[in-house]
C-alpha cells in the first residue's frame, strides 16, 4: 500500500531532551515535506527536501533540523525542544512536478 | 508565508445541502489544490486545478478557478454527516522550485 509513515505518532517529552521524529515514503517520491499545524495558524512549513541530499529551510525552521541520505526517508530532529514546538507534525510527500502530496497520519507532540 | 487565506472560517449546513468555501490568493500559480482534513489527522487531497482550467469536478467535488481575481471555489454538493472536516486550498507557484502553501482552512460541519 502506497503511505507515508511516520513514528511515533504520540510523543510527550521534557524541555531540551533531543527527539527525532522519523517519516517514511514507498512511492519512491523525490520530494518531502514536514509541517506543523497549530489552532489558528493552519499549516506551516518547517524545511522540505527536493531530493536525496538536497533540504530547504520552509517559513518556520528555527529549532528544527533535517535529513535527506536516502530517499525514502526525511526525519525531523529537534536538538533541543522547548514548549512552543508543541504541536501536530505532518510528513508529506509527492513527485516533482505540480502533484498532490501524500501526508502521513502526523505526529502530536508535547514539551513540558 | 501563507497564500491561500480561506473563507469562511467555518461552515455549518445541513445534511443534503451544498457546501461552499472559497479561496483567494496573492501570487501567480500553476495549479491550486484542495485537501481535506479529518479531525487531527493526515490531509487528503481532493482535487487538483491548473492555471489554465475554469471549472473541474469530482464527484460530489466542483472546484472553480478565476485567475484574474485570484480566487477559486470548492462546492461540495448533496452534503453528508461524512464531509465533517477542513478543507484546505493550497497553491503551487509556477516556478515549480517553491512548495506548496497552504491556507488555514475552513471548518465544515454537516448535521444529520
Known amino acids: 500500500e502506497a503511505q507515508v509513515t511516520q513514528n511515533p505518532r504520540y510523543l510527550i517529552t521534557v524541555t531540551g531532551k533531543k527527539l527525532t521524529v522519523t517519516c517514511s515514503q514507498n512511492?519512491?517520491?523525490?520530494?518531502m515535506s514536514w509541517y506543523r499545524q497549530d489552532p489558528g495558524l493552519g499549516l506551516r512549513q518547517i524545511y522540505y527536501?527536493?531530493?536525496?541530499?538536497?533540504?530547504d529551510k520552509g517559513d518556520v525552521p528555527e529549532g528544527y533540523k533535517v535529513s535527506r541520505k536516502e530517499k525514502r526517508n526525511f526525519p525531523l530532529i529537534l536538538e533541543s525542544p522547548s514548549p512552543n514546538q508543541t504541536s501536530l507534525y505532518f510528513c508529506?510527500?509527492?513527485?516533482?512536478?505540480?502533484?498532490?502530496?501524500?501526508f502521513g497520519p502526523g505526529t502530536r507532540l508535547t514539551v513540558l | 508565508s501563507q497564500q491561500g487565506e480561506e473563507d469562511p472560517q467555518a461552515l455549518s449546513i445541513q445534511e443534503g445541502e451544498n457546501a461552499t468555501m472559497n479561496c483567494s490568493y496573492k501570487?501567480?500559480?500553476?495549479?491550486l489544490q484542495w485537501y481535506r482534513q479529518n479531525s487531527g489527522r493526515g490531509l487528503v487531497h481532493l482535487i487538483l486545478?491548473?492555471?489554465?482550467?475554469r471549472e473541474k469536478h469530482s464527484g460530489r467535488l466542483r472546484v472553480t478557478l478565476d485567475t484574474s481575481k485570484k480566487s477559486s471555489s470548492l462546492l461540495i454538493t448533496a452534503s453528508r454527516a461524512a464531509d465533517t472536516a477542513s478543507y484546505f486550498c493550497?497553491?503551487?507557484?509556477?516556478?515549480?522550485?517553491?512548495?506548496?502553501?497552504f491556507g488555514k482552512g475552513t471548518r465544515l460541519s454537516v448535521i444529520a
Open positions: 508529506a510527500s509527492m513527485f516533482h512536478g505540480y502533484n498532490e502530496q501524500f
Open positions: 512511492m519512491n517520491h523525490e520530494y
Open positions: 527536501s527536493m531530493n536525496v541530499e538536497v533540504t
Open positions: 501570487t501567480s500559480i500553476n495549479n
Open positions: 486545478i491548473r492555471s489554465n482550467e
Open positions: 493550497a497553491t503551487n507557484p509556477p516556478s515549480g522550485n517553491t512548495p506548496l502553501v
